[in-house]
Nanobody, 122 residues
Framework: QVRLVESGGGLVQAGGSLRLSCAAS????????MGWYRQAPGKQRELVAA???????DYAASVKGRFTISRDNAKKAVYLQMNSLIPEDTAVYYCNAGGVYVPTGYYGMECWGKGTLVTVSS
């Protein structure tokens, strides 16, 4: 079974920074894409940033220039450095892994963490 565990959320003032971490565990051979989504109260879950194992990245327009995603493929971990936070960034942030391979082959489903809450006060 593949599990994702996030850490690093919390309360921060506007203009501050936070760093989120996510580690995958289980009998994993490789992970194609790891990323972060967020869901604010009353809103749909949205992509924040994603990164392939080859280093290609994708960012939501609202976070470009403020957030940076990085990965450690050997550790099967993904990170999100969030700078210049604004109240609109307040949400539960979820780690996501897609294209997961285990020793028997393709894992067959996307994997999600339970989420970590980020609250930005004005």
């Amino acid at each position: 079974q593949v599990r994702l565990v996030e850490s690093g959320g919390g309360l921060v003032q506007a203009g501050g920074s936070l760093r989120l971490s996510c580690a995958a565990s289980g009998n994993i051979v490789s992970i194609n894409t790891m990323g972060w989504y967020r869901q604010a109260p009353g809103k749909q879950r949205e992509l924040v940033a994603a990164m392939t194992s080859g280093g290609s990245t994708d960012y939501a327009a609202s976070v470009k220039g403020r957030f940076t995603i990085s990965r450690d493929n050997a550790k099967k971990a993904v990170y999100l450095q969030m700078n210049s936070l604004i109240p609109e960034d307040t949400a539960v942030y979820y780690c996501n892994a897609g294209g997961v391979y285990v020793p028997t082959g393709y894992y067959g489903m996307e994997c999600w963490g339970k989420g970590t809450l980020v609250t930005v006060s004005s």
